[in-house]
């Protein structure tokens, strides 16, 4: 498994990581973050939208569970907080085999939904606004 461990110390650095990231990603990529409330899930999936040319605002999902942006690729992104222990078929799996990029916050709460293939991204919240994230390719060929 690879690993790349990079660190921000700011909101702006962590939107630039991101915007990095968006530029790079294929069809069909999964990002499944994780890391505290705050940590900055949500603000790296705001860099990725930007480097996918998505003009829109990006906001956390939370209340929503699943916003689409539009731009180089469809952004999906997730927040799987509230899913919980959810049985119901929410049609994830169907948006996952699209030519878009997948977001996913809160995976562990939704295990079923966890490609063969994806991005594990953990991000850690330091001291002094600076964040740790750690990216973990998991699958053949990411």
């Given at each position: 498994?690879?690993?790349?461990?990079?660190?921000?110390?700011?909101?702006?650095?962590?939107?630039?990581?991101?915007r990095q990231l968006g530029?790079?990603?294929?069809?069909?990529?999964?990002?499944?973050?994780?890391?505290?409330?705050?940590?900055?899930?949500?603000?790296?999936?705001?860099?990725?939208?930007?480097?996918?040319?998505?003009?829109?605002?990006?906001?956390?999902?939370?209340?929503?569970?699943?916003?689409?942006?539009?731009?180089?690729?469809?952004?999906?992104?997730?927040?799987?907080?509230?899913?919980?222990?959810?049985?119901?078929?929410?049609?994830?799996?169907?948006?996952?085999?699209?030519?878009?990029?997948?977001?996913?916050?809160?995976?562990?709460?939704?295990?079923?939904?966890?490609?063969?293939?994806?991005?594990?991204?953990?991000?850690?919240?330091?001291?002094?606004?600076?964040?740790?994230?750690?990216?973990?390719a998991v699958g053949e060929?990411?």
């Amino acid at each position: 498994m690879k690993e790349l461990i990079v660190e921000t110390d700011s909101l702006e650095k962590t939107h630039e990581l991101g915007r990095q990231l968006g530029e790079k990603v294929t069809p069909n990529m999964v990002f499944l973050l994780d890391g505290d409330l705050g940590a900055g899930k949500t603000a790296l999936t705001q860099g990725i939208a930007k480097g996918l040319g998505i003009r829109r605002t990006v906001t956390s999902p939370t209340f929503n569970i699943l916003k689409i942006y539009h731009g180089r690729l469809t952004l999906y992104h997730i927040d799987a907080y509230r899913l919980e222990g959810a049985s119901q078929d929410l049609g994830f799996d169907e948006i996952m085999d699209d030519d878009g990029l997948t977001v996913i916050e809160w995976a562990d709460f939704v295990p079923e939904l966890i490609p063969d293939r994806y991005m594990n991204v953990s991000v850690q919240l330091l001291e002094d606004e600076k964040r740790r994230f750690v990216f973990k390719a998991v699958g053949e060929g990411i």
